[in-house]
Nanobody, 123 residues
């Protein structure tokens, strides 16, 4: 499956952005989907993920309560609504997909990665 993320940009602290990821292929609903991010000079970091049906979600502690992940299996899309953004949220955000059984927070357990979209939060 090929993944293309969009929606990044420059926003002031406290603002909101909505990222969207479009997936190719007819098997989108068979993958766990999620988002990772990577800030300059830092390791990739798990942000959020959800199950194939979208009924169960998992978030990193530092975004819980501010970010919401969702998917539309009819449209082959997965979104990340980001509210109350902070300068430390600045990063390139990657849409990811996994064939694994369970939702994971580990990067190597995700099989598909999009190119990423840059989010910059100014103070």
């Amino acid at each position: 499956v090929q993944l293309q993320a969009s929606g990044g940009g420059l926003v002031q602290a406290g603002g909101s952005l909505r990222l969207s990821c479009a997936a190719s292929g007819r098997t989108f609903r068979s993958y766990i989907m999620g988002w990772f991010r990577q800030a300059p000079g830092k390791e990739r970091e798990f942000v959020a993920a959800l199950t194939r049906s979208g009924s169960s979600t998992r978030y990193a502690d530092n975004v819980k309560g501010r970010f919401t992940v969702s998917r539309d299996n009819a449209k082959n899309t997965v979104d990340l609504q980001m509210n109350s953004l902070k300068p430390e949220d600045t990063a390139t955000y990657h849409c990811v997909g996994s064939n694994r059984v369970l939702v994971s927070t580990t990067a190597h357990e995700y099989d598909f990665w999009g190119q990423g979209t840059l989010v910059t939060v100014s103070s």
